[in-house]
């Protein structure tokens, strides 16, 4: 099944993000080696609530949890995203896509995409490199014309966009000094050149690249079941086309029709906790900040009526465990957060509203 849906904005309330701590703008490198997201003093009473991504792929280290915590700020939200990351040559390379920028633009939230500056050798591997720390200088220049900037984040983003090629040499160049200090060998210069090449001819060109490896990602997750996922129904594409006519690409976990209507399945499972974790969680609700903002969905060109669904699944029944108190805040929290924003919470396919009830 292939699902076209569209949306006009976000009007989401999130219950789940944790308290923020505060740092100053003088205590960034600090801030960023103590936590994923934070509250940022700039000047005397203007802050922002800023997260930051470790790989521009989003499949790693959680960044929707990171970008959810920052939700509930009622100013500027901010995230940094690495336009590439190289872990060397024994180790994975990851590129910024089009798709993920225009999803921060949808949920209102600054993208600064910048570069990694410094590493060090890996010592258990022979080409890899870790402790990757970013140009702090850069971004601080950034933050500074944020400060002032008096535009929406969609306006704000594609300026970003059009500083890719900037910012592409930056970071071949520090990859490159990376390399010559830790003696690691690094993926292909050419390679990334020729990928960044392929990405700075237009903002118009890169938004046509990254959607092709979207489309082809998306194909790929759709026809591929992890083994860890406890799921009924089919694997599904979603494509959502926004008022601007951008399009974000993304597959639905599992998708039932019951009573003429879809159910938009988001599944996280646990292997070992009575629960998934609160950061797997958070990474599910993203999915449901778009799924209850969808204003129509149609498949095989048919109108349906939708339910939005967060699937929790554990290999523990939480029957025969004791629940720990931190869980059950989460799932009452959850639960409240389902309520107020229009979807559904089940573990092990019983509701969550009525499993709350027996706690």
């Given amino acids: 099944m292939d699902l076209l849906a569209s949306i006009t904005g976000i009007v989401y309330k999130p219950f789940l993000t944790r308290k923020l701590n505060i740092y100053k703008i003088s205590e960034l490198d600090i801030a960023f080696s103590r936590d994923a997201s934070f509250i940022l003093n700039l000047v005397k009473n203007r802050n922002i609530a800023l997260s930051w991504w470790v790989s521009p792929k989003r499949t790693r280290s959680y960044p929707y949890a990171r970008v959810y915590d920052t939700l509930s700020f009622e100013g500027k939200k901010v995230t940094i995203i690495p336009l590439m990351k190289d872990e060397g040559k024994d180790g994975d390379r990851d590129f910024l896509q089009w798709d993920t920028v225009s999803l921060m633009s949808l949920l209102g939230i600054y993208v600064i995409i910048t570069y990694y500056k410094s590493a060090e050798k890996n010592i258990r591997y022979e080409n890899k490199i870790t402790n990757q720390k970013f140009d702090f200088k850069h971004i601080k220049k950034e933050l500074n014309l944020l400060l002032t900037y008096q535009s929406d984040a969609l306006h704000w983003n594609l300026s970003q966009i059009e500083k890719i090629n900037h910012i592409a040499n930056k970071a071949i160049n520090s990859y490159t000094k990376i390399s010559k200090i830790t003696g690691v060998e690094l993926h292909s210069d050419e390679l990334a050149k020729k990928r960044v090449l392929e990405i700075t001819k237009s903002k118009n060109s890169f938004m046509t690249l990254s959607r092709e490896l979207a489309q082809k990602a998306q194909k790929r997750e ?61 990474d599910g609700l993203i999915k449901m900040i778009l ?24 290999d523990m029944d939480y029957k025969k465990k004791r629940i720990p108190e931190s869980d059950i805040n989460i799932l009452k929290t959850l639960n409240n957060e389902s309520i107020f924003n229009g979807f559904k919470v089940t573990l092990n396919n019983k509701g969550l509203s009525e499993i709350i009830k027996d706690l």
């Avoid at 799924?291 to 699944?313: A, Q, R, S, W």
Wanted: charged share 30%.
């Fill in 222 to 282: 759709s026809i591929t079941k992890q083994p860890k996922e406890k799921l009924s129904g089919l694997k599904t594409t979603i494509t959502i086309k926004n008022y601007l006519g951008g399009f974000y690409f993304f597959t639905c976990d599992e998708v039932k029709i019951v009573d003429k209507c879809l159910y938009l399945v988001e599944g996280k499972h646990s292997k070992y906790r009575i629960i998934p974790s609160e950061e797997d969680i958070k």
């Fill in 291 to 314: 799924f209850t903002n969808l204003k129509e969905i149609y498949l095989d060109g048919k109108k349906y009526c939708y339910k939005p669904v967060l699937k929790l699944t554990s």
